[in-house]
T-cell receptor, first 112, second 112 residues
C-alpha cells in the first residue's frame, strides 16, 4: 500500500520554507526521500530509519515520527534549485526487503 | 550520471511486438529494481532482485518478464503489451535491499 503525501503541490518564493508530509497506515521500517526534476531520474536525498534521528541534506531536512508513522520533509530558505517533484518511499516492517513503495509526489515550484 | 544506464531511452512498439529493455549498473551493487512511472500516478514497484534472485514480484502481469543474469545487468522482456502499459520504466540499484536507490534515466515506452 502506497504512502499518502501532502500537499500535492506547493509554490514558493525563493527564501521561503515549506513542509511536505508522508503518512502510512502501517508500521514502517524506513522512509526514503527523493527529488525528481522534469525529464530526469529521481535522485536520493535521505533515508530515515525507525528509531533514527532527523537527517539533513543542505538546507533540506526530514524527521520521522514513529507514533504517527509519518515523515516530514522540511525545505528551509528555498532555492530555485529545489524545484522538482519530491517523492517519499516507505518500507513496511512486515514486507520483504527492498519493497519500497512510493507516494504520489509533491510538486514544488520555487520562483524568483 | 548515476552509474545506472538504461537502453533504449525511447521505444515505440505495437501490441504484437516483442522487445526488451536493458539496464546496467556500474556501482557494484547487489540489488536491482524495475519501477513503472505513469503520468499522475505514483512510482510503482514491479520487480526486485537481490543477488540475482527475484525477491519481489508486485503482482505484475505476465506480459512483463524480468531477467537478471548477474548483479550488474537487468532486463525487462515485453510482449503483447497494451496501450495502458505506456509509461516511463525506471531501473534502479542499491548496495543492498533497504539502502538508497540509484535510478537510471528510464525508457519512455509507447504502446500503439
Amino acid at each position: 500500500q502506497q504512502p499518502v503525501q501532502s500537499p500535492q503541490a506547493v509554490i514558493l518564493r525563493e527564501g521561503e520554507d515549506a513542509v511536505i508530509n508522508c503518512s502510512s497506515s502501517k508500521a514502517l521500517y524506513s522512509v526514503h526521500w527523493y527529488r525528481q526534476k522534469h525529464g530526469e531520474a529521481p535522485v536520493f536525498l535521505m533515508i530515515l530509519l525507525k528509531g533514527g534521528e532527523q537527517k539533513g541534506h543542505e538546507k533540506i531536512s526530514a524527521s520521522f515520527n514513529e507514533k504517527k508513522q509519518q515523515s516530514s520533509l522540511y525545505l528551509t530558505a528555498s532555492q530555485l534549485s529545489y524545484s522538482g517533484t519530491y517523492f517519499c518511499g516507505t518500507e513496511r516492517a512486515t514486507d520483504s526487503w527492498g519493497k519500497l513503495q512510493f507516494g504520489a509526489g509533491t510538486q514544488v515550484v520555487v520562483t524568483p | 550520471e548515476t552509474g545506472v544506464t538504461q537502453t533504449p531511452r525511447h521505444l515505440v512498439m505495437g501490441m504484437t511486438n516483442k522487445k526488451s529493455l536493458k539496464c546496467e549498473q556500474h556501482l557494484g551493487h547487489n540489488a536491482m529494481y524495475w519501477y513503472k512511472q505513469s503520468a499522475k500516478k505514483p512510482l510503482e514497484l514491479m520487480f526486485v532482485y537481490n543477488f540475482k534472485e527475484q525477491t519481489e514480484n508486485n503482482s505484475v502481469p505476465s506480459r512483463f518478464s524480468p531477467e537478471c543474469p548477474n548483479s550488474s545487468h537487468l532486463f525487462l522482456h515485453l510482449h503483447t503489451l497494451q496501450p495502458e502499459d505506456s509509461a516511463l520504466y525506471l531501473c534502479a540499484s542499491s548496495q543492498a535491499a533497504t539502502e538508497k536507490l540509484f535510478f537510471g534515466s528510464g525508457t519512455q515506452l509507447s504502446v500503439l
